[in-house]
């Protein structure tokens, strides 16, 4: 579900306008004229950036129909479901960053999937061998599908902090599935990296390939009626059209009964969902984690997510260094050092606070961080390193055995928007893998996450310590949590990014690229990535891979390197996109998305600068 071979040859327009999918009820067409996809605006008015241009524009027209950056956050989303639907949609989860400019105050929303009720901690272990499934295999199955919780995200955000309604947010994207729009090449390569799972099912067969189960080709005009109408039902009868209604009971039916492509291999364990489990889902607003940075309050999410945790704790250790002033290549090393202790520990420690007891103020202590730091001297760490001990009172340097993390991948998003009120909302969000479980809710025009196979499948031994293994109603623990950064009480800036378990990295190099080495926000998202996760080696894009700076940590400080690469770039193992927001003051405001990756963002402004 995640190799993604090189585009299938001779995929034209012309090819295959004899042979269009019934489902989708495509047609050829011009592409609407609109603004261009540009990965930085600067204006005022409110601002988005997002992975899509279709999203970011109807985040605008959100805000430039009186909504808020809530509301435009919503409609940004919905849209990003019709448009990249191997990212997002109401089959999803994710979470939300909000500052809110009235009362200064950062919030968040915890809108993750929940393990069906019948969940337990052997639900990915073979019964025959006893031993954990294969990821990848476990993620193609219906199994790993959980309670689906982007709407009652999405509803719970604009009724607590919106100025519209859930039916006013959703406009754009039914406009949008209904007027459809142009695959293009980076569509066309996020459904080659899903093909398997989606021919598994007639329902994504039918709205994302042709009939002969190939992906669509590039300029054909993709509609989407079905998920329109989804929409349109959830505008008219709100959540509970989902939660204790009709779509709920059609997620469950295709869940946990789902109708496979005769011949099909892919989809043999089925979901274990019932209605009792989506009545149960509740989005639940949590306070953000908080660290401080080099004079910056750095808010984010709270467990389950890890991100607030670890790019916390990363922070503070780096906090006792002035990495400005170091050589570049020292200044890397200790990036990339804190990052590999903050992973070990988040693997150890981090799961459902419901569940199991999260030591998150031990994780975001200074103190707790000079114990980590002291492990770091002038060689790169044997990994997996050991967690700490992050309950007080601090030792130095302890150690024990550590857990393995199950190995994260797919795909998901960031979304950001600010109003003219600098309302701020960072929200990342996904269905998983590029594609999520493949499957497509037959009539309601969106895929289903396979978002449960972010817990692990055994402990690290038998019978030792694990905070992330499944149980009923359990949330798996998470990579994604965006960062919102206050100066002397005031916003600044925002980053998130996708790309799993390179979230938590991704988001720490922009920021030190940014707030240590002084680089502009759209130089510090462009820049060359380089990820270290606790493993043996750090995952470099080909820009840091082949660079001096690479050369050096290696001979000097003993780093060694895995090059991202491969006839996908950059779509398998890449350090994921990411968007970002800078509050330029006096109502004005810099958007920034992608240039290059993934095809590259789009970052709009109600008013551009001129
Ligand atoms: O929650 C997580 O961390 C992942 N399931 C998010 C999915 C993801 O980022 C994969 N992206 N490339």
């Not at 055994?458 to 990579?479: C, M, T, V």
Request: proline share 10%; aromatic share 8%; hydrophobic share 40%.
């Amino acid at each position: 579900m995640r190799r993604l071979p090189a585009v299938s040859a001779g995929l034209t327009l012309a090819a295959l306008l004899v042979a269009l999918p019934s489902g989708a009820r495509a047609s050829a067409g011009q592409a609407s004229a609109g603004p261009a996809k540009e990965p930085v605006a600067v204006g005022t008015g409110g601002a988005v950036a997002s992975m899509d241009l279709g999203a970011s524009q109807a985040g605008i027209d959100a805000l430039k129909h009186g909504g808020n950056a809530i509301d435009a956050a919503v409609a940004t989303a919905s849209t990003l479901g019709v448009t990249i639907p191997f990212v997002a949609g109401p089959g999803g989860g994710g979470f939300m960053v909000i500052y809110l400019a009235k009362t200064h105050q950062v919030v968040t929303i915890d809108g993750r999937e929940t393990c069906p009720g019948a969940c337990t901690p052997a639900m990915f272990t073979d019964p025959k061998t006893g031993q954990p499934l294969g990821y990848d295999y476990a993620s193609d199955q219906p199994l790993a599908t959980g309670v689906p919780a982007m709407v009652a995200t999405w509803a719970k955000a604009i009724s607590s902090y919106g100025r519209g309604s859930l039916a006013a947010d959703l406009q754009p994207a039914i406009a949008q599935a209904e007027r459809g729009f142009r695959v293009d090449a980076d569509f066309q390569q996020l459904t080659e990296s899903d093909l398997p799972e989606l021919q598994a099912y007639p329902a994504s067969r039918a709205l994302l390939l042709t009939p002969a189960g190939n992906p669509l080709p590039v300029g054909y005009l993709l509609r989407n009626p079905d998920l329109a109408k989804t929409y349109r039902l959830l505008a008219r009868y709100g959540p509970s059209y989902l939660y204790d209604g009709p779509l709920g009971r059609a997620i469950v039916q295709a869940d946990d009964h789902p109708v496979t492509t005769a011949g099909t291999t892919v989809a043999a364990l089925p979901g274990i969902m019932t209605m009792s489990d989506l009545r149960a889902y509740q989005a639940m607003v949590l306070p953000p984690t908080r660290v401080r940075y080099r004079g910056l309050d750095i808010y984010s999410m709270p467990p389950p997510s890890s991100s607030g945790s670890t790019v916390g704790e990363a922070l503070n250790i780096l906090s006792g260094y002035h990495l400005a002033a170091e050589p570049r290549a020292m200044a890397l090393f200790h990036y990339l050092e804190a990052s590999r202790l903050a992973y070990a520990d988040r693997d150890a420690y981090v799961g459902d606070p419901r569940y199991v007891g999260v030591p998150l103020s031990g994780l975001l202590s200074p103190a707790f961080a000079a114990t980590r730091r002291c492990l770091i001297h002038n060689q790169a760490l044997a990994s997996p390193a050991a967690p700490g001990d992050p309950y007080p009172p601090f030792g130095s340097c302890p150690s024990h055995n550590p857990p393995q993390a199950a190995p994260e991948g797919g795909h998901t998003n960031n979304i950001v928007a600010v109003d003219k009120w600098d309302n701020i909302v960072a929200y990342t969000n996904t269905i998983n893998f590029f594609g999520g479980s493949g499957e497509t809710v037959p009539g309601y025009g969106f895929l289903l996450n396979n978002e449960m196979t972010d817990f692990d499948f055994a402990p690290p031994s038998p019978g030792a310590y694990d905070p992330n293994l499944p149980a009923g109603g359990k949330q798996p623990r998470s990579s994604m949590g965006p960062v919102i950064a206050l100066r002397d009480g005031k916003p600044v800036f925002s980053v998130g990014a996708a790309g799993g378990s390179t979230i938590i990295t991704t988001i720490l190099q922009i920021i030190l690229n940014h707030v240590d080495f002084g680089m502009p926000l759209p130089a510090a998202l462009a820049a060359p990535r380089v990820s270290q996760t606790n493993s043996a080696t750090s995952l470099a894009e080909p820009g840091f891979y082949n660079s001096a700076l690479a050369q050096q940590l290696t001979s000097r400080f003993g780093e060694k390197f895995t090059l991202a690469t491969g006839p996908i770039l950059p779509l398998d193992h890449y350090p994921g996109d990411a968007t970002a927001l800078q509050i330029l003051g006096h109502g004005s405001y810099e958007a920034i998305a992608e240039p290059v990756r993934l095809g590259g963002g789009s970052a709009l402004v109600v008013h551009p600068s001129p």
